[in-house]
């Protein structure tokens, strides 16, 4: 629900419980106070005290329950509450000054978006005791809305902020693993240089640890080593602090996920991926995960779909440019989301050809890529798994 949902919501409860005041009093009077605040105060706040003074109670629960998606968080809400998969954990830091305290970060998925979540003091303390995981579905309630010095909306949890860990009323497969926004490493490119990226994939060379020294005679650290997955291979620059944490995960053939890391141009050529203090690295659990049809963009790779046949396979040869000859079957798929076209290659086309219209099926280990008419499709590979689902 957007904030202009929000703003609409609660003009509604107010207009319901005083149906003699006109919606247009109600728009003046929140324009005269936004006026007055400056951009201080969000319209929630602004229009509970429009509310007060027109002797209408609005209970903080009421608010609590409207959930806002990720991508519709703006600078400044109050009372917000989000829910979204904990896909990385930041440690705690103490800070000083007039006021000192601790705080933590963490990052969560829902849809086609990433937001950062600032625990503060006693809040912190969850990630620091992994009361929060990575994997995990959190919901923050009464959090409020801040912008940081990259100029991107984040949510921040204090004292008043209540977080509820797997709860029982949402369902899990709404809430993307990070596996969604990881980028093929084959597509880096000089379009992404200084922009934060995700990827996944398996260290293929390790090099030595160095050490350097600053022009403030401190020393600092650095590491590379090698990231590939079927799509290509990129350097990885790993820096200070970072280091050690990260030799700890070094294996060749070790999957790796790395999270919130910079893009930089390599000094010979092409681009590398640099990890520092705002990057989440750890051991990739390729757990098992569903994406919906709608959610489906070009690259993604390793996908899984579970849907319905909405049109019975074509069967026909298609020779390659190597003039090689390979039976193809194409068909459609549906969720509750959409439908999009299967291309089964080989020995896949061997096994859907006898599929029916409104056949169940699960559809494992496909990569998404434009097809006929420039439209998205899933496209078998040797490693993909198609069959029947037993409990449609």
């Given amino acids: 629900m957007s904030a202009d949902a929000i703003t609409e919501k609660l003009i509604e409860q107010i207009l319901s419980k005083k149906p003699e005041i006109s919606r247009q009093t109600i728009l003046k009077r929140l324009e005269l106070e936004r006026k007055k605040a400056s951009g201080l105060f969000s319209d929630t706040t602004l229009l509970r005290v429009i509310a007060t003074e027109f002797g209408v109670v609005i209970l903080q ?3 609590s329950a ?3 998606s990720i ?6 809400l109050g009372d917000v509450t989000v829910v979204g998969r904990v896909v990385a954990i930041f440690p705690p830091k103490t800070f000083e000054g007039r006021r000192s305290g601790r705080l933590s970060s963490l990052l969560i998925a829902e849809k086609d978006s990433i937001l950062r979540v600032v625990l503060w003091n006693d809040k912190a303390e969850l990630a620091e005791d992994e009361a929060l ?3 995990q579905i959190a919901r923050f309630s009464h959090g409020y809305t801040r912008e940081n010095r990259n100029g991107t909306v984040e949510l921040h949890v204090g004292e008043k902020c209540e977080i509820a860990i797997n709860p029982e009323d949402v369902d899990p497969k709404n809430f993307p693993t990070i596996s969604r926004f990881a980028t093929p490493i084959g597509k880096i490119s000089q379009t992404q240089k200084n922009q934060r990226t995700h990827v996944i994939g398996k260290v293929k060379g390790i090099f030595p640890v160095h050490t350097f ?3 403030d005679s401190s020393s600092g650290k650095v590491m590379r080593f090698l990231l590939a997955d079927e799509t290509g291979e990129t350097p990885v620059v790993v820096w200070n602090e970072k280091v050690d944490e990260t030799e700890k995960l070094l294996e060749k053939d070790f999957e790796l996920q790395i999270i919130n890391a910079r893009v930089k141009k390599a000094l010979r050529a092409g681009m590398e991926i640099h990890v520092d203090n705002d990057t989440y ?3 990739h659990a390729s757990a098992e995960e569903f ?3 709608a959610q489906l963009k070009e690259g993604m790779h390793s996908v899984n779909v579970e849907g319905e046949v909405a049109s019975e396979p074509m069967i026909r040869n298609v020779k390659t440019s190597r003039q090689e000859l390979l039976k193809l079957a194409t068909f459609e798929v549906k969720d509750e989301t959409g439908k999009i076209w299967v291309s089964a290659w080989r020995e896949h086309a061997e096994i859907v050809k006898e599929l029916k219209m409104g056949d169940k099926l699960v559809i494992r280990n496909v990569y998404v890529k434009r097809g006929f008419g420039d439209q998205l499709e899933l496209s078998t590979k040797h490693k993909t798994a198609i069959a029947k689902n037993s409990l449609g």
Avoid at 71 to 76: I, K, N, T
């Fill in 213 to 215: 020294s600053r022009q």
């Fill in 66 to 68: 409207i959930r806002l």
């Fill in 61 to 63: 629960d009421e608010i």
């Fill in 281 to 283: 690295i750890a051991e």
């Fill in 291 to 293: 994406s919906r049809i």
């Fill in 133 to 135: 995981k990575v994997g």
């Fill in 71 to 76: 991508g519709d968080l703006v600078p400044s």
